[in-house]
């Protein structure tokens, strides 16, 4: 399971470790692109430190074929809505 985080602050530095350090038994999931306007946000600096997907503009991920799950961390309801 391929999975786009819009939001890239420590609660997604904490997934983005989850995901990598725990072995899930039923699933395989995999965090693969984090977008944030902030490059300096933790999630973001350590999803480009793991060679991961970065952009600022979530919207990209739209385009890909290749997710399973968008997940919205920001808590921005405009940002939920828009990617509903």
Do not use: H, W
């Not at 602050?9 to 902030?38: H, M, W």
């Not at 503009?57 to 799950?69: E, K, P, Q």
Request: hydrophobic fraction near 45%; include cysteine.
């Amino acid at each position: 399971m391929n999975i786009a985080v819009v939001g890239g602050g420590t609660r997604c530095r904490r997934l983005i470790e989850l995901v990598e350090s725990y072995e899930f038994q039923e699933i395989s999931p995999k965090v693969v692109a984090v977008a944030d306007i902030n490059c300096d946000a933790p999630g973001f600096v350590t999803a480009m430190a793991n060679g991961l997907y970065v952009t600022t503009d979530y919207n990209v991920f739209f385009d890909r074929d290749d997710l399973d799950l968008i997940m919205e961390l920001t808590g921005d309801t405009n940002i939920f809505r828009d990617i509903l």
